[in-house]
């Protein structure tokens, strides 16, 4: 039994490739592509595998897509199981332009997905014997898929008493907050969103931390903030920010999934809430250290959270 268990509505097969210039009208030349498997929540478990930990990923796939994902899982080393779909699993294109180091990222909005092909998902968490710690969802909800699909998780988590972290944004988000909900890692535009505001500024993101936590909307909240790290909210602990050291950036792609992944995993470990948030923010600064859509590394997570232990 895993202690912890990441579940990805909408995973996709991300393919990536690199050309020296991308220009209009002509037919590019690309060099082979690299396919890894994408989505939320699997590249939270990736992420988990990679700083050591385990965990198994839930996910829904169709077709040949789906098929290739399941494969690359495999090859990783990432236990999972998977819902079939009728509908094929998307993919998703990253392009490198060699010329310039610019990125062109193609996210496709995903497969329509059946009534019956989700609700098996929230049915097995609900019957599940042996009940994990933790439960991170995360990632866009495809078409078909309720936006109250997150805050039926909650519900179960409730029910059956594990920590649900849910980490999405829109409809999805503001629907899922409410009792049942242990961590979500909004950005300050979703912070604004879960506080009924159209829009959020420096000066009133800690007033609107708590505002958030005293409707119960969450027992911990972690605010991204980019490459200024994050601030953490809870009434346990009051607000807290980690600022992560300067690094040489390679790409962004993944670190707030790894940000994820090295949270759940200090939790798991019993960290107090602060240490849990800069070894988060560890995982996903040394994600951005990384070309393409790598995740974090783990001497690189080690090497930046000593430092931020250092210079607390």
């Known amino acids: 039994m895993h202690k912890i268990l990441t579940i990805t509505i909408n995973p996709a097969l991300d393919k990536s490739t690199h050309v020296k210039r991308v220009l209009p009208e002509k037919k590019l030349r690309c060099d082979e592509p690299v396919y890894e498997p994408g989505g939320g929540g699997i590249n939270v478990s990736r992420a988990i595998r990679k700083l050591g ?6 996910l829904l796939s169709g077709g040949p897509a789906g098929e290739k994902l399941c494969d690359l899982l495999k090859e990783e080393g990432v236990e999972y199981w998977s819902g079939q779909t009728k509908s094929w699993t998307r993919e998703n294109l990253m392009v490198m332009e060699d010329s310039t180091g610019d990125q062109f990222r193609f996210g496709m909005p995903g497969p329509y ?3 019956s092909e989700w609700q098996q998902v929230l049915d097995k968490l609900e019957k599940l014997e042996q009940v994990p710690e933790y439960v991170v969802a995360s990632g866009s909800l495809p078409p078909g898929v309720p936006d109250d699909f997150y805050l039926r998780m909650a519900v179960i988590a409730h029910e059956r008493n594990f920590k649900l972290i849910v980490d999405t944004s829109g409809e999805a988000l503001v629907k899922a907050a409410g009792e049942g909900l242990y961590l979500i890692k909004p950005n300050l535009g979703e912070l604004a969103k879960l506080a009924g505001k159209d829009h959020i500024s420096a000066m009133e993101q800690e007033e609107f931390a708590m505002q958030v936590l005293n409707e119960g909307k969450c027992k911990v909240l972690v605010v991204s903030l980019g490459p200024r790290g994050a601030m953490l909210a809870s009434k346990e602990s009051g607000i807290h920010y980690v600022v992560p050291p300067t690094v040489k950036q390679q790409s962004a792609v993944g670190a707030g999934d790894s940000m994820v992944a090295g949270i759940v995993m200090s939790l798991l470990r019993g960290c107090p809430l602060e240490e849990v948030v800069r070894y988060g923010v560890a995982a996903g600064t040394a994600a951005t250290m990384t070309p393409g859509s790598e995740l974090c590394r783990k001497e690189d997570t080690e090497e930046i959270y000593q ?5 607390k």
């Open 53 to 58: 930990g385990s965990s198994c990923a839930w």
């Open 113 to 115: 997905i059946e009534e």
């Open 307 to 311: 430092w931020l232990m250092e210079h």
